[in-house]
């Protein structure tokens, strides 16, 4: 992909970020959000993790370090902007794994040059072989879904839209029941994509979900995290969409990639309380003197493992209790080859 720059130091473009965020131009480093910005820009389809493994790839290119303590210190400070001015938790997984994998790999090179161009090839290599990812976690979950089913999903995925995809494309029949997501309603967006795509589709409210529960076969959705007891935190309203499936009997799937795994082990939500809090702008029904009336909107929520069946990823299909086995061989091994 080729980048803008200027004097060595990458330049924005495109309307996103125009309206994403909101940075100190002067400060080191916030240039690295432009380029994460320029690849979301330049293919809609890419991971949000995947693109920010690609702004920091970008910053080992321009780097004039000397030495691999100073390229790791660049590092950390480019991971320090994405995740500050970017609302997901997979770009701080993603960001996270990166910079294990150069501190490992920088232990089999003598050479700080050639050591940098490894790097920068596994980089652009991973960009590249990211779809493959999606396409056999597609390939793997579809085979779950039969003629006839209805399947139940919540929020927005990129990588259960893929699912639905593939499920299509073998000739299957089937048909979904989106939740409306609330307060933003990315249901809606579901809905609306798998009407383009010819899929069946209802839009159901969030609390409608208990109601309509016998009707569905089974539930699929994506996730923001894997965490490492094989949990996962997603849309808000994921968890009580378990609870209900696991109530009803229903099998409760996730879709998602491996660079969402997170060395973070929540017990309960107050454990992510603080990574998923967002502006109190839940009611717009409220009148100005209802400023009594304390107003909780947590971004997400967190699912445990006793509510999953199984996760679909490109490492292969895994029970929750394996996920930790995995986080472990992605930290220890080479994970971008």
Known sequence: MALNTSQGVPRSF??????????DKNQPF????????????????????????GAMTEVIRVSKAKTMMELEKELNSASNILKDFCDSLSVASGCDLFTRFVIRTSADYRDFEECKRKLIEKGQLYLKQSEQGRNKIAQLASGFIRDGMTVLTHGYSQVVMGVFMKAISEGKRFNVIVT???????GTQTAKTLQEINIPVSLVSDSAVAAI????????????????NGGIINKVGTYQVSIIAKACSKPFYVAAESFKFMRLYP???????KITE????????????????RIQNPSQDYTSPSYITLLF??????????????????????IYY
């Not at 089974?218 to 490492?228: C, M, N, R, Y």
Request: cysteine-free; aromatic content about 6%; glycine content about 4%.
């Open 14 to 23: 495109g309307s996103s970020s125009e309206v994403m965020f909101d940075m």
């Open 30 to 53: 916030s240039w690295v959000f432009d380029i994460f910005l320029q690849f979301l820009d330049k293919d809609s389809n890419m991971a949000a993790a995947v693109s920010a493994v």
């Open 180 to 186: 409306e997501s609330r307060p933003l309603e990315i």
């Open 213 to 228: 529960m016998d009707q569905v076969d089974l539930v699929l959705v994506g996730a923001e995290g894997i965490v490492e």
């Open 267 to 273: 017990l309960n939500q107050k454990d992510i309380a």
């Open 278 to 293: 967002r502006k109190p702008n839940l009611s717009q029904s409220l009148e100005e003197d209802d400023d009594q009336i």
């Open 313 to 334: 990823t490109e490492l292969g299909v895994l029970t929750p209790a394996a996920v930790s086995d995995e986080l472990i061989n992605l930290y220890n091994d080479n």
